[in-house]
Structure formats: structure tokens, C-alpha cells
């Protein structure tokens, strides 16, 4: 068993799709990762200025959230 992964998409890539990051995510679950699977409606693959935000930057409150979750020391 592997993980814990945070598996990010946006919406509107044409990089890496949608339907290519769900078979990623069914993969990791059967392998019996521990997968925390999110989607981002109309995030793209990079940022573009002034024509789209990419999952970089769009889903970065999560992505430091994230890790920071990782990283804390339970109350004792």
C-alpha cells in the first residue's frame, strides 16, 4: 500500500485529461493507496495570464493545506 496521494485536476485541461486522471485515480485505489482525488472546474494545465489559471495556481490553498496536514504533529 502507497500514499497518501493528493491527485489533482483541473476541468479544462487538454494536457492531461479528466478521463486520463480518473484511470490514474481507479489504478491507485485498487492498489489500495489511500488517494484524496480533487477536481477543479475550469482550471487548465498551466496558467496562462489573463486567459487561464492553471491547478498550480488555482488549487495551490489546497495543495499547502495538504501538506501542512501531513506534516502536523497530533495533540497528545
Not at 490553498?61 to 501538506?67: K, Q, R, S, T
Amino acid at each position: 500500500m502507497a500514499g497518501p496521494v493528493l491527485l489533482l485536476q483541473g476541468q479544462a485541461d487538454t494536457v492531461v485529461t479528466p478521463a486520463m486522471t480518473d484511470q490514474v485515480a481507479h489504478a491507485l485505489h485498487r492498489t489500495g493507496s489511500t488517494v484524496d482525488y480533487r477536481t477543479y472546474p475550469g482550471l487548465g494545465h498551466d496558467t496562462y495570464p489573463g486567459q487561464i489559471s492553471g491547478i498550480d495556481d488555482g488549487a495551490m490553498p489546497d495543495i499547502l493545506a495538504w501538506i501542512a496536514d501531513r506534516f502536523s504533529v497530533p495533540p497528545e
